[in-house]
């Protein structure tokens, strides 16, 4: 009973400081000036690391002070704590490259795969969506950086021990610095010179390479992109277990200090580097005592490299200390009894210091249970455990990260803290990543090309016996349609489309412009630069331009379309003008949908309404809508 009471207080307590902390940070928000978004952002992952490796390692601290108790490590100082669930989507106990997925991307996945959903279609991770959004990029890890942890902010997969795809991955990415280990695709026996083959693709794409620190410091200047690795001779490896590590090994802590000499510049957007403890890990699995307790403080270390870069940008800094799992199932207790000591681990350490270690023989160095058993350490497993991970976190943002939360929240809330919005949606990445396992385009295909109502659209079914015609011949009917998109957006996605050099392309485009402000002309001349670059790199394509629709305001369901009824029929008269120049074919399809159909056209353009019974909400499509816009356009399909 005095266990449940004590238990139930520490929740009350726990619940009472996350509220608290998070209204705090609502309310700094509100105000304003009081409170900066994040600007440089450093999420550290201990991988394997739950609550019981942290507080094993600061009883460790407290003993070699002689002291009863606990000695904290950097970020435990930190003045937010949260706590986070860790489970996939396919298991209660995640594996590392599900749960890198879930940090860097905001959704869970499948064991084992990396950088993709359930489905294995791509996610897109917060990495790149800051990329685009103009800010420097830096992944960082102790093990190889196209491990589980570090791949998943960069790579997709539905294997996670690919490593030789996925490090090809790496230069694609375009972030701006990679360090730690080297590639462990680079040592597959299944490619013909896999080590070869990556290397010259790294350089391919402007990436200088540099081994170890003294080459890091001659060849920085020059460097556009940088990957800092070990020295030769260790080239591909892990960087070394602290215990056995010599003088002239990089630590973590080196590569962060570079990451941040690398990128940081007084004038720009921002940064996100994230860094992974990847050797906690390793010795968790391997129920080494020695081993987990110094590679969680060689990551604290690293942490407190950046916290000395927080110290210079207190107010546009944020840190936050995670994990991706629990490995092992720590206990700080075995058997019976009220005790454990860890006295004899620093003559365990010793008695492998400076031995040539490797990752192969380092666990074979002393007899391990035995220390656990000395220790009165226990362990429940060698595998990874399903219970929730510790979150710290400080500087701007950070009361975002109190309180309980999923793994999944953890990459939003720091988008939130930096106040980055996406260039484009989730929805979007998803179709575009969809589109790209698809087969190409090609010359014998016909593209449907536009926004929600055109991806509404059962184009290959309305239109069957077309489209098995063009299947004859290697062709079929192709909806490239996405909710949300503006012409900006079909700008960005147009090349695949272009260089497949398609028979027909029916384009619809500008709803959702309108409801981001845009002025008539500016929408008109937008959607126009889609269909122009369509003409020049694809002059055999026939291009029917549709009018925009009408919407509905009644439905009082899109308020950033209210009051703008009248823009349709405007940018409409624009587009035909336009088409007329460009000698473009020019559907019109907006008198077709009107309550009244045309008899509406002599009303003002504020009245001239979507009809009622063909929408559901007034601006998409029922069936019976489809219907109309199917026979309008069946003599151009075929």
Known sequence: MRLKGLFSK?????????????????????????????????????????????????????????KIGSEPLHFTQFPVLGMATTYSA????????????????????????????????????????????????????????????????????????SYF?????????????????????????KIENAERKIYEKVENYGYTVA?????????????????????????????????????????????VASAIDFIYKPDMKGFFMMCEGGKIDWSAHNNDVAGTITETIDMDEAVAVAYEFYKQHPDETLIVVT??????GLTLGRTKGYTFDLSGIDASIKSVDGKNLTVENYMKQEPLDSISKACKIGWTTSSHTGGAVPVFAVGAGSRLFAGRMNNTDIPKKIMKAMGAVAK????????????????????????FLGNSLTEGGKWSEYFADVNAKLNKKGGAIRNRGIIGDTFGGINDRLDPILEGKPAKLFFLCG????????????????????????????????????????????????????????????????????????????????????????????????????????????????????????????????
């Open 10 to 66: 520490m929740m009350l307590c726990f619940a009472v400081v996350a509220f608290l902390s998070t209204t705090t940070y609502a309310q700094c928000q509100q105000a304003g000036s009081e409170c900066k978004p994040a600007k440089y952002v450093f999420l550290f992952i201990g991988d394997g690391m739950g609550f019981s490796h942290i507080a094993l390692t600061e009883a460790y601290n407290a003993a070699k002070l002689n």
């Open 211 to 255: 081994y170890g620190l003294e080459d890091y410091k001659a060849k920085k200047n020059g460097a556009e992109k940088m990957i800092l690795f070990q020295e030769k001779p260790k080239k591909d490896e892990i960087l070394p277990f602290v215990i056995g590590r010599s003088d002239n090994d990089m630590a973590l802590k080196d590569v």
């Open 165 to 189: 795809d996925i490090s090809l991955q790496l230069p694609e990415s375009g972030f701006d610095f990679f360090g730690g280990g080297g590639f462990e695709g680079a040592k597959s026996k």
């Open 323 to 328: 994990a991706d799992h629990e490995t092992g």
């Open 511 to 638: 709803t959702n412009d309108i409801s981001h402000n845009l002025s008539a002309d500016s929408i008109a001349n937008g959607v126009m630069s889609v269909v122009k670059r369509v003409k020049a790199a694809s002059p055999k394509t026939k291009i029917y331009l549709q009018s925009l629709l009408p919407f509905n305001e009644s439905f009082n369901r899109y308020k950033l379309l209210t009051g703008k009824t009248a823009m349709v029929s405007e940018i409409n008269a624009k587009l035909a003008k336009m088409a007329k120049e460009e000698k473009v074919e020019f559907v019109n399809l907006y008198p077709l949908f009107l309550e009244n159909g045309a008899e509406d056209l002599k009303k003002p353009a504020s009245e001239q309404v979507l009809r009622k019974s063909i929408t559901r909400d007034g601006l998409h499509l029922t069936q019976d809508g489809y219907k109309i816009w199917i026979e309008a356009i069946r003599k151009y399909v075929k």
């Open 424 to 447: 484009y949606t989730d929805h979007y990445y998803r179709r575009v990543d969809i589109f790209a396992d698809e087969a190409p385009i090609s010359s014998n295909d016909i593209v």
């Open 90 to 161: 396919s298991n209660m106990i995640t594996c590392s490259s599900a749960a890198a997925t879930a940090l860097a991307s905001g959704y869970k996945t499948k064991n084992n795969h990396l950088g993709v959903g359930p489905d294995s279609v791509n996610v897109h991770q917060i990495s790149y969506k800051l990329k685009e959004l103009g800010y420097s990029i830096g992944i960082m890890t102790s093990v190889t950086i196209d491990h589980a942890t570090p791949a998943g902010f960069y790579g997709h997969s539905a294997n996670r021990s």
